[in-house]
């Protein structure tokens, strides 16, 4: 069977940035807060305008081609209580649409994604996987879950999961984007923060403000001094998601972590407070997960 899930929901945030829930035909196995599955659609279908323009007869010879999201959900449900994601029928993804990409690969799945709408039929990945999850998380740790763009989409999950299990450290999501109106998630992070003292939503609009990025919460110790906390290896877990420029991730070459650029997150929290990354093992406090 070419596909087999139907969506059951699209809520458009704004100009291309949407919100799909996705019901399978089958039963969705328990899966932990921060993993991701895949969407697929055949090169048979159609595209949004505009969408950059490529060889049909390649795209129809693939088939159904798939591509990995980060599983999202809503903060909470009904009468504002806590989203179980594993009571959930269906699986959430916050998904930005892409027109444009290298001259000889033309985005291929999200101009057909845009163009679904409720009733409509996609692949949904039968698998659920990936490793960046809480892992090793203390209930008293200050946890600091940044994002840029649908980057957010795992940290829902996170913030619920966390919360469900009487977090009692400190919860600060951290969220860049370019315009307001990204902000897909707002109004139930504004209400889960106002709801429980030890969560904090921290919103960065980049348009508004050219010079400053996420760095510049930490190099300026924004976050310590209005949150009044201390990042040090001993409480804190970081948990980075979206831009590959923002993260800044090492290689691991012979066991080594090396830094084509040290202007990302991942050298200022190393160098800065002496967090550690979790490339080898999930004792470290730094784990990342890029987008593209």
Known sequence: MKYNAEVVSVREVGEGLRIFKVKPDFSIDSWKAGQYSTLGLDGSEARVSGAQKEELAKVKLKKVQERAYSISSPIFEGDYELADHNELDYLEFYISLVKTGHKEYPPYLTPRLFMLGKGDRVRLGKEISGNYTLGNVDKFDNIILISTGTGLAPHNTMLSQLLRDGHEGKIIIVE?????????????????????????????????REDYYIENLFSDNVLEDKYDFKIKPEDTKVYLCGSPRMIGAPKVVNGKEVFADKSGMVFLLQSRYGLETNCEDDNGHINFEKYW
Do not use: A, C, K, P
């Not at 504004?190 to 003292?197: A, G, N, R």
């Open 176 to 208: 860049s984007n370019r315009y307001e109106y990204e902000f897909g998630y707002n109004d139930q992070l504004q209400e889960i923060s106002e709801s429980y003292s030890n969560v904090f939503h921290e919103r960065m609009v980049t348009s508004e």
